[in-house]
């Protein structure tokens, strides 16, 4: 597992949770309109 020094945030957007350790969420792909 990996070790940082700061504290690792979680977010919550609707159903969707980003942050935290990696590898305890799956990754999520946030779309844009700039993409081209």
Do not use: A
């Not at 949770?17 to 799956?26: F, H, I, K, S």
Request: hydrophobic share 40%; charged share 10%; aromatic share 14%.
């Amino acid at each position: 597992m990996w070790s940082f020094q700061s504290p690792q945030q979680k977010f919550t957007i609707g159903k969707v949770m980003l942050g935290g350790v990696p590898g305890e969420n799956p990754t999520v792909l946030i779309g844009s309109i700039f993409y081209h």
